[in-house]
């Protein structure tokens, strides 16, 4: 079963910026949609940004505008370019399959704080 890492979380300031990645341990080739999912403390995992094999993305309302999903198939690895962060955004982000099919990573996390 393929295997997801995630990386690039941390602290950053109200309207500023961050660059997740998620690497597969195996071709992303194979998968259709992969999605980015955001798990803020006491809530449930829900969806951020897909993106299909040939790059048409989609997104959350909350985050429209202000993140950008992308894949490197070559690289097995999809991003999440997040701008304009927002005090709300802060959680534990993951990649997965849309529909999930693989095992939750660890996730990274982001906090957004002044």
């Known amino acids: 079963q393929v295997q997801l890492v995630e990386s690039g979380g941390g602290l950053v300031q109200p309207g500023g910026s961050l660059r997740l990645s998620c690497t597969a341990s195996?071709?992303?080739?194979?998968?259709?949609?992969m999605g980015w999912y955001l798990q803020a403390p006491g809530k449930q995992r829900e969806l951020v940004a897909q993106?299909?094999?040939?790059?048409?993305?989609n997104y959350a309302d909350f985050v429209k505008g202000r993140f950008t999903i992308s894949r490197d198939n070559a690289k097995n690895t999809v991003y999440l370019q997040m701008s304009s962060l927002k005090p709300e955004d802060t959680a534990v982000y993951y990649c997965?399959?849309?529909?999930?099919?693989?095992?939750w990573g660890q996730g990274t996390q982001v906090t957004v704080s002044a």
């Open positions: 997965n399959a849309y529909p999930p099919i693989a095992s």
């Open positions: 195996e071709s992303l080739v194979s998968i259709s949609t």
């Open positions: 993106i299909t094999r040939n790059g048409r993305a």
